[in-house]
Nanobody, 124 residues
Framework: QVQLVESGGGLVQAGDSLTLSCLVS????????IGWHRQAPGKEREFVAA?????????NYADSVKGRFTISRDNAKKTNYLQMNSLKPEDTAVYYC????????????????WGQGTQVTVSS
């Protein structure tokens, strides 16, 4: 059974940085594409960033986070990271990690397993 556990969320001020982690167990980590999504109160869940399987040579970001967020992976640790810099109040949301095997478009993947999420709150 594949399980994903996110960590690293918290309360920060605008302009601060946070790094989210996603530990994946029970599956072939290196063969998964990994994505981060977020959901703010009263809004639909939205795509944040994705990284391809294996060496993670391909990444994709939502326009709203491009240049501020960086996604990476460590296959040996079965862990994925989302480095978030220059955080803004509008980044406040629950952040979810997900993994999948199927690519549906450039930098876009179909996700099979999801974590429970970690809260990120950015105060102004």
């Amino acid at each position: 059974q594949v399980q994903l556990v996110e960590s690293g969320g918290g309360l920060v001020q605008a302009g601060d940085s946070l790094t989210l982690s996603c530990l994946v167990s029970g599956g072939p980590f290196s063969s998964y594409a990994i994505g981060w999504h977020r959901q703010a109160p009263g809004k639909e869940r939205e795509f944040v960033a994705a990284i391809s399987w294996s060496d993670g040579s391909s990444t994709n970001y939502a326009d709203s986070v491009k240049g501020r967020f960086t996604i990476s992976r460590d296959n040996a640790k079965k862990t994925n990271y989302l480095q978030m810099n220059s955080l803004k109040p509008e980044d406040t949301a629950v952040y979810y990690c997900a993994v999948g095997h199927r690519q549906i478009g450039p930098g876009l993947y179909e996700y099979d397993y999801w974590g429970q999420g970690t809260q990120v709150t950015v105060s102004s």
